[in-house]
């Protein structure tokens, strides 16, 4: 019998309320990160990738762990700070999930679950400064919007992404 794997890489720790929230309807699973990833993993599947959008593509700690994923069923779990219903947030999260799962041979992407997350404050303060410094209403509004997020409801949403993906 196998147990359920979930691999998290958070820099903000939006993408650790995800995987938390999915990994407490599965009292079975295994939470992980990268860097602690079991040697052995026959014993696990089905299997969570649980990344952030890290300048346009998944975070080296999740390009780096998602080959040695061989054979397994895996589900693909993101925040970002951008809107994730737009076109181009899902045409990223089907491209980059695609690409993890390429890596592992034999593996099959059972599905994808894009979320919104705060944004890094560091990371919006170093993007404005690029920019000249001038922040437009339209970006602060953006920013604000992100800050109430991941909330309960992505998070009741992506338990729900889960048993579907896997029931």
Do not use: Y
């Not at 509004?141 to 029931?167: G, S, Y």
């Amino acid at each position: 019998m196998t147990k359920p794997l979930l691999i998290v890489s958070s820099k903000t720790g939006n993408t650790r309320v995800i995987a938390h929230a999915v990994a407490d309807s599965l009292p079975d699973a295994l939470l992980t990160t990268a860097e602690k990833l079991p040697e052995d993993l026959s014993g696990f599947n089905p299997v969570g990738l649980f990344f952030w959008c890290d300048r346009g593509m998944a975070p080296e700690d999740t390009k780096a762990v998602a080959p040695k994923l061989a054979g397994k069923k895996i589900a693909c779990f993101a925040t970002m700070g951008g809107d994730p219903k737009a076109e181009r947030a899902q045409e990223w999260m089907k491209k980059t999930s695609e690409a993890l799962v390429a890596s592992a041979p034999d593996a099959e992407l059972a599905g994808t679950f894009l979320c919104q997350g705060r944004i890094d404050p560091e990371l919006f303060a170093h993007m404005s400064a690029m920019m000249g410094g001038e922040v437009s209403p339209e970006r602060e509004a953006r920013r604000k919007a992100a800050e109430h997020h991941p909330d309960r409801l992505d998070t009741i949403d992506a338990v729900k992404a889960w048993q579907q993906f896997f029931n």
